[in-house]
């Protein structure tokens, strides 16, 4: 009988991998995925009885009764215990962090501070963070979960001096709370707030806001797209 995999997400970018995934190993699993949180209940997974549940992206709590009764994997872009905590990707590039970790860690009752399962080198030096995203996507599902299913591996604990991050609130999107502005650090600040859903690098002149995106940088110069209206 083939092991029953669970993975909930909603970025459309580990979705794409899921199928992906999905083509590569159907004949060796019995894959599943949810997308919705209204979905991840349960019952639902009782019906499943999954061997693994991964969580590539997942933006609400795991209900305790699950991640009690099977075993759950969640993904964090930190060495950890370094960088416990919310906006790691923003945090790290703020902090000049440019080489990471993707961490696999078993889902507990407490905020990033599971077991490791494996921890893969991840660079951050380039690109916007959608493009980030969607390469710690792709480590994701083209090594960690993979390794993790063939190998049967046993979570060992977290090792090292643990430091926390605070998630980031939208008004640190501002330019203005950028405290040493050179062409490398605008360049910075301006592509790690480049995602889907997450708030865009911004000025604000009188009742206009500016937000910027696809930056690059082009013999010293920063190269990009701005897009203003009116702020509300």
Same mark, same amino acid.
């Given at each position: 009988?083939?092991?029953?995999?669970?993975?909930?997400?909603?970025?459309?970018?580990?979705?794409?991998?899921?199928?992906?995934?999905?083509?590569?190993?159907?004949?060796?699993?019995?894959?599943?995925?949810?997308?919705? $949180?209204?979905?991840?209940?349960? @019952?639902?997974?009782?019906?499943?009885?999954?061997?693994?549940?991964?969580? *590539?992206?997942?933006?609400?709590?795991?209900?305790?009764?699950?991640? &009690?009764?099977?075993?759950?994997?969640?993904?964090?872009?930190?060495?950890? =215990?370094?960088?416990?905590?919310?906006?790691?990707? @923003? +945090?790290?590039?703020?902090?000049?962090?440019? +080489?990471?970790?993707? %961490?696999?860690?078993?889902?507990? $009752? &407490?905020? /990033? #501070?599971? /077991?490791?399962?494996?921890?893969?080198?991840? /660079?951050?030096?380039?690109? %916007?963070?959608?493009?980030?995203? #969607?390469?710690?996507? +792709?480590?994701?599902?083209?090594?960690?979960? *993979?390794?993790?299913?063939?190998?049967?591996? !046993? *979570? $060992?604990?977290?090792?090292?001096?643990?430091?926390?991050? $605070?998630?980031?609130? =939208?008004? @640190?999107?501002?330019?203005?709370?950028?405290?040493?502005?050179?062409?490398?650090?605008?360049?910075?600040?301006?592509?790690?707030?480049?995602?889907? %859903?997450?708030?865009?690098?911004?000025?604000?002149?009188?009742?206009?806001?500016? #937000?910027? %995106?696809?930056?690059?940088?082009? /013999?010293?110069?920063?190269?990009?797209?701005?897009? !203003?209206?009116?702020?509300?």
């Amino acid at each position: 009988m083939k092991d029953i995999i669970l993975i909930a997400t909603i970025k459309d970018w580990n979705i794409n991998n899921f199928y992906e995934f999905k083509n590569k190993f159907e004949d060796k699993y019995n894959l599943y995925l949810i997308t919705n $949180k209204d979905d991840l209940i349960y @019952q639902n997974v009782k019906d499943l009885n999954p061997k693994y549940i991964f969580f *590539p992206h997942w933006s609400w709590l795991i209900p305790n009764e699950i991640y &009690e009764n099977y075993e759950c994997i969640l993904f964090h872009m930190t060495d950890l =215990p370094y960088g416990r905590g919310g906006s790691p990707l @923003q +945090n790290l590039i703020t902090n000049k962090i440019y +080489n990471t970790k993707i %961490s696999a860690i078993k889902v507990t $009752k &407490e905020l /990033d #501070e599971g /077991d490791i399962y494996l921890k893969e080198d991840f /660079d951050i030096s380039k690109g %916007s963070a959608k493009e980030i995203y #969607e390469n710690a996507s +792709n480590l994701i599902f083209k090594k960690l979960i *993979p390794n993790i299913i063939k190998k049967n591996i !046993v *979570p $060992k604990k977290q090792e090292g001096d643990i430091v926390l991050f $605070k998630r980031r609130t =939208p008004e @640190q999107s501002n330019i203005k709370t950028l405290n040493d502005i050179s062409i490398n650090n605008l360049y910075d600040f301006i592509r790690m707030l480049d995602a889907p %859903s997450y708030p865009k690098a911004y000025l604000e002149l009188d009742n206009l806001k500016i #937000e910027l %995106s696809e930056v690059i940088i082009k /013999d010293g110069k920063l190269e990009g797209r701005f897009e !203003v209206s009116k702020d509300e």
